[in-house]
C-alpha cells in the first residue's frame, strides 16, 4: 500500500564539461512540498542530457515505493520535458534507452505529469545545490 495518493518530484543532472563529470540530484515531496526525499550523487562521465534523464529514472525508481497513483514531476530541461510530452523526437542513441526507462517507470503509477520551470525556480534551485555538492565532494 502507498503512502501517498501524489508525490512531487524536482530533477535536475549536470555535468561539468559535456561530457564529462556528473551528477544527478532529486526531491520527492508530498502534495504539500513537504520533503519525503531528497538525494544527489555523482554518477561518473556523461553528458548533461544524459544527466537529466538518469535524475529522473532515480527520482521515478525510488517514488515507487511511496505512491502508485498521481506524480507531478519538475525540471530546468526543456530538452527532456518536450520529448517526454511528446513535442520532440528522441533522436540522440544514448538518450533512447534512458526514454525507455522513463517511460517503462512511468507505467507504474496512474499519472505522471512533466512540467519545465526556470532553473531559477526556488523548488529547482534546492536540488541543483544538492547536485553540485556532490560534484564538488568527488572533487569535480
Same mark, same amino acid.
Not at 515531496?29 to 562521465?45: H, L, M, R, T, V
Not at 506524480?71 to 525507455?100: C, I, M, T, W
Given at each position: ?5 501524489? $508525490?512531487?518530484?524536482?530533477? &535536475? ?18 502534495? &504539500? ?6 538525494? #544527489? ?15 529522473? $529514472? @532515480? ?11 498521481? $506524480?507531478? *514531476? ?31 517507470? #512511468?507505467?507504474?503509477?496512474?499519472? $505522471?505529469? *512533466? ?10 534551485a534546492r536540488i541543483d545545490?544538492?547536485?553540485?555538492? @556532490?560534484? &564538488?565532494? @568527488?572533487?569535480?
Amino acid at each position: 500500500m502507498s503512502k501517498y495518493k501524489k $508525490v512531487i518530484l524536482v530533477t &535536475d543532472g549536470g555535468s561539468r564539461g559535456n561530457p564529462g563529470p556528473s551528477a544527478i540530484g532529486y526531491g520527492i515531496y508530498d502534495q &504539500d512540498w513537504n520533503a519525503i526525499e531528497e538525494k #544527489s550523487e555523482y554518477i561518473g562521465k556523461g553528458t548533461n542530457n544524459e544527466a537529466e534523464y538518469l535524475a529522473l $529514472v @532515480a527520482a521515478l525508481g525510488r517514488a515507487t515505493r511511496y505512491c502508485k497513483d498521481d $506524480v507531478e *514531476h519538475y525540471s530546468d530541461s526543456e530538452l527532456l520535458v518536450r520529448q517526454l510530452k511528446g513535442q520532440y523526437r528522441v533522436k540522440a542513441g544514448n538518450l533512447k534507452p534512458l526514454f525507455g526507462k522513463v517511460s517503462t517507470l #512511468s507505467k507504474k503509477f496512474g499519472s $505522471v505529469k *512533466h512540467h519545465h520551470v526556470r532553473r531559477t525556480d526556488k523548488r529547482l534551485a534546492r536540488i541543483d545545490g544538492l547536485l553540485n555538492e @556532490a560534484l &564538488d565532494g @568527488a572533487g569535480y
